[in-house]
Each structure stands twice: as structure tokens, then as C-alpha cells.
């Protein structure tokens, strides 16, 4: 079993940075592709970010590409999730998600472990 459990959300002015953790307890974290997701009030979740299992290749959606990082750390079995030039339409719950040995994914049914989710407001 995997618990995830997000932190570093908050207010944040337009164009301003945040970084999101992502600490996981658990066996074999090094085996699990991570990712982000967001939800916004009254809107579908939707796929941030990903970090794959083997590898670390990454995969990032169009609205966050160049301005968003997803890292990982084995040792400290913890995953970020660095976001620069915030905009208000970034403004959503962010949700840490992770699946055993999965290739990247997109879709939200892949992961089958979450966070509580994480506030992120950023202001005009």
C-alpha cells in the first residue's frame, strides 16, 4: 500500500512560483510512476504532470510545458512539483497520484493511489 500525502499549496500572485511535495510511505516507491493533477472549482480533473517509474522520463500537458517541473527524489521517497509563472486559471486542488510500475498516462483511472489534494490560488 502506498499513502500519499501533498503539501506546499497557498496564494500566490500572478507570475509568482510555488512548489508542491508529495511525500509517499510504502514499499517499492522507486517503482511507481508519479503525477500531478488539478482540479478547479466545478471542473473535471485533469492531468498536470507525470514522472515515469524506470527511467524518469516525463511528460507535461500543453498548458503547464516550460513552466512547470515534476522531480523526484528516491531516497527522500518524495515527488515535487515546481510551478513557475503562475497564472489564474492555475488557480485549482492539486492531487499527487501514483500507479505500480505504469507507463505515463494521462487519464486519471491509471493511478490508483491519491493525495487529499493541495489548494493552489493564484491572483490577478
Known amino acids: 500500500q502506498v499513502q500519499l500525502v501533498e503539501s506546499g499549496g497557498g496564494l500566490v500572485q500572478a507570475g509568482g512560483s510555488l512548489r508542491l511535495s508529495c511525500a509517499a510511505s510504502?514499499?517499492?516507491?522507486?517503482?511507481?510512476?508519479r503525477a500531478w493533477f488539478r482540479q478547479a472549482p466545478g471542473g473535471e480533473r485533469e492531468f498536470v504532470t507525470a514522472?515515469?517509474?524506470?527511467?524518469?522520463?516525463?511528460y507535461y500537458a500543453d498548458s503547464v510545458k516550460g513552466r512547470f517541473t515534476i522531480s523526484r527524489d528516491n531516497a527522500k521517497r518524495a515527488v515535487y512539483l515546481q510551478m513557475n509563472s503562475l497564472k489564474p486559471e492555475d488557480t485549482a486542488v492539486y492531487y499527487c497520484?501514483?500507479?505500480?510500475?505504469?507507463?505515463?498516462?494521462?487519464?486519471?483511472?491509471?493511478?490508483?493511489?491519491w493525495g487529499q489534494g493541495t489548494q493552489v490560488t493564484v491572483s490577478s
Open positions: 510504502g514499499r517499492s516507491f522507486s517503482s511507481y510512476t
Open positions: 497520484a501514483a500507479a505500480f510500475r505504469a507507463p505515463v498516462s494521462t487519464t486519471s483511472a491509471t493511478y490508483n493511489y
Open positions: 514522472i515515469f517509474w524506470s527511467g524518469g522520463s516525463t
